[in-house]
């Protein structure tokens, strides 16, 4: 690792507290001392474009978001056993953004605790505790999560009550969509009897509905709603993940599970939602809310608070007032064109993947995952000071996942920079 001295001294320093396991990014890792908006500076003085972070949805140290936390936090702050109208507000206005049914939310502090309790919800109300989970995926840090994680490194074992399914990607599968989507829902039904067989049942099946971390596939017609109707008829429900996937990122639906066709049960979601406060959710409907809280007096001291509540409808209220979604869509069409543009371009590039602000490129050679060209785009647009990262089971496709506050000004240096890092790739 080519590092200064300070950065080495700093390491150091990290990993005598948090230790060494917690990864950072890059080859040199950088040291941010402020953002706003877009836009990183980092130690040295120099300034990055984030085309990555999804945490900071409306733009870092967004002014109306700053303002909301400073103003209820120098107010009142307490948890959700006091009447409070702000907290009621928020929620209604939150509920708006949903289907009719999806109309009651339990709110937490991280997309880990919002997976959770979905999961203690569907195992209570189903009598089961099988999961349907993909086979390359990750939901969260709880040991009930861990159990069933994927796409990282866990030292748990998946759990027994727990089956994966591939999910496939028209990109790299050459037969024809109805054979891929057939063989697929017949993977799930083996993998739905194998846990009847085993005295699990089906409690749910829980996904991303744009499989982020599976490497964004483009998935047969009728597979979302094909695993749906499956689990369902096993006495499953279905758990929508919108960590990654929800408000707005997808430029033409609020909510990813809505862009995918999908009718979930549960809906989770956290991190764009507090713009970088500690906030999440499960949204769910009357009937499920009621099936639950008569049977359990579920409380969390910090969740639901009312400085979390400003932050969240400051959120909502930038998404609006800005047209932050509308103009992911149309900085989203722009880029993806272009994305397209580069894959026609570049053997290497296999496919242009993604929707609204959530894009990337799949690398191959001859057909294989080339991880390796990820690795060295990721590091040449760092170079040129703009930040994406790579997903998927091989890291082979690049992960460009900006703030929502990403506008017509950035695209062109993002992509510029992009055209500019593919043309230097050693294959």
Known sequence: MNTTPATAALIERRNRTIGPYSPLFYNEPLQFVSAKGVWFTEASGDRYLDGYNNVPHVGHCNDRVVRALAEQAATLNIHTRYLNNRVVDYSERLLATFRPELDRVLFGNSGSEANELAIRIA??????????????????????????????????????HVRTL????????????????????????????????????????????????????????????????????????VIADEVQSGFG??????????????????????????????????????????????????????????????????????????????????????????????????????????????????????????????????ESMKSKKVLISRIGRDESVLKVRPPLAFSGAELPILLDALESALQEVSV
């Not at 009621?290 to 909502?316: C, I, M, Q």
């Not at 998404?319 to 992911?328: F, I, N, Y």
Request: with cysteine; net charge negative.
């Open 166 to 237: 591939r999910i496939p990607d028209l990109d790299t599968d050459p037969r024809p969509a109805a054979e891929v989507l057939a063989t697929t829902l017949a993977e799930l039904d083996a993998a739905i009897a194998s846990l009847q067989e085993a005295g699990f049942g089906l409690a749910a099946c829980l996904f991303d509905p744009l499989f982020s971390t599976e490497g964004m596939p483009r998935v047969p017609a009728g597979l979302v709603a094909g695993i749906a109707g499956r689990v369902r008829r096993a006495g499953g429900m």
């Open 249 to 378: 990122r997808t430029g033409s639906h609020m909510w990813g599970h809505d862009y995918a066709g999908l009718d979930p049960d549960l809906v989770t979601m956290g991190k764009p939602m507090g713009n970088g406060h500690p906030m999440s959710a499960v949204v769910t409907s009357e009937r499920v809310l009621n099936d639950f809280g008569s049977r359990n007096e579920y409380f969390n001291t910090f969740a639901g608070n009312p400085v979390s509540a400003a932050v969240g409808e400051a959120v909502l209220t930038e998404m609006a007032e800005e047209g932050l979604m509308d103009r992911a869509s149309q900085l989203g069409a722009a880029a993806l064109a272009r994305f397209q543009e580069f894959a026609g371009s570049h053997e290497f590039v296999r496919a242009a993947k993604g929707t609204g602000l959530f894009l990337g490129l799949d690398f191959a050679i001859d057909g294989t995952p080339a991880p390796q060209i990820a690795k060295q785009v990721v």
């Open 123 to 160: 195992r209570q109300l189903t009598g089961s505790t099988g999961m349907i989970v993909s086979d390359y995926s990750y939901h969260g840090t709880t040991i009930t999560l861990a159990e069933m994680t994927t796409g990282l490194t866990t030292r748990e074992p998946l759990g027994a």
